[in-house]
């Protein structure tokens, strides 16, 4: 593989479409603190940490082989982790075709030997869009209503702050 660090950070995640991550871009300025690069802009389904390279075969056939398909996510609030300082984008209301894909996800990791200490953490779908900031606007924005078709392996790389995707599916 490409460039992959021995010991690379890793993650699962949907990757939203060109006008879906401009869309969030767009609710960047009403959050403050630090921005994430409109290129980094996706949501989570499932962070694996740091792992062995030699793991990534067998997380690329789980992102093969997972059940899933295209979904219709509708974020509509900001929401804010204290803790973490982080402002996102949230979801009213979560799909069962969400949940059911990030189950299916975690039930296939764990098969494979694979689970991650993180895989009991209580999973809040979200985007990130800033990071050291305080509490968002109360002020509702236009929802955004994201056809979410894309699912990827990504590498977190944490000396540049860039994310590599090494594997990716189209969901139909």
Request: charged share 15%; with cysteine.
């Amino acid at each position: 593989m490409k460039n992959l660090s021995p010991q690379p950070r890793l993650f699962y995640g949907l990757w939203p479409d060109a006008a879906t991550r401009a869309a969030f871009a767009a609710l960047q300025a009403a959050v403050g603190g630090t921005p994430s690069r409109p290129g980094k802009l996706h949501l989570t389904m499932a962070f694996l940490g740091q792992r062995d390279a030699r793991e990534v075969p067998a997380l690329q056939t789980i992102l093969d082989e997972v059940p899933a398909s295209a979904m219709t996510l509708c974020f509509d609030h900001f929401s804010f982790f204290s803790k973490a300082e982080l402002s996102w984008s949230a979801l009213r209301e979560t799909p069962p075709t969400l949940l059911a894909l990030r189950a299916q996800l975690m039930q296939r990791l764990a098969c494979a030997g694979l689970a991650s200490a993180f895989e009991h953490d209580r999973f809040t779908p979200h985007v990130t869009l800033a990071r050291k900031a305080g509490p968002p606007p109360k002020a509702p924005f236009a929802p955004i209503v994201w056809q979410a078709r894309q699912l990827v392996l990504v590498e977190s790389v944490k000396s540049s702050g860039d994310y590599h995707i090494l594997a990716s599916r189209q969901l139909v």
